[in-house]
Structure formats: structure tokens, C-alpha cells
């Protein structure tokens, strides 16, 4: 899945809440790429992300995100 925040300078702060997560992230341009190893399948990996980023939104509640689903 990518993400692009609307503002790009909490982009490391994104980053690091995946990382601490067990998630993997790669840089796309202005995007991460965000993938969750071990899942069983694209939808359970989706589902864990999109939770993720709900948590991280909650606490950056002015925290604008566009979201690219991948296959």
C-alpha cells in the first residue's frame, strides 16, 4: 500500500510508527510503500496497515493522507 501525506515533513515520523510495528517501508517519491511481512494474504495485509494508520491518525489528528492500494 502507498501512502502520501498531504504534508510531506511528518513523513519520517509515519515511518518510524510502522517501522516500531514490524512493518517494511520503502520510499516512493513523495509516497511510503508500506508492506507487512507474514500476513497470509493482500487482504489481511491491507487490513493491518489501514489499522496502523488509523492509530497514527488519532494521534495526528491534523494529519492528511492519501492512499494508493497495491496489489
Do not use: K
Not at 34 to 62: C, F, K, N, S, Y
Request: charged share 30%.
Amino acid at each position: 500500500m502507498r501512502l502520501r501525506l498531504l504534508d510531506p515533513a511528518a513523513l519520517p515520523e509515519l515511518r518510524q510508527h510502522f517501522v516500531r510495528s514490524g512493518f517494511t517501508i520503502a520510499d516512493d517519491d513523495e509516497r511510503l510503500v508500506v508492506r507487512r511481512p507474514g500476513t497470509p494474504d493482500a487482504l489481511q495485509e491491507r487490513r493491518a496497515i489501514e489499522l496502523h494508520l488509523q492509530v497514527w491518525l488519532t494521534m495526528q489528528p491534523d494529519a492528511r493522507v492519501e492512499i494508493e492500494r497495491t496489489s
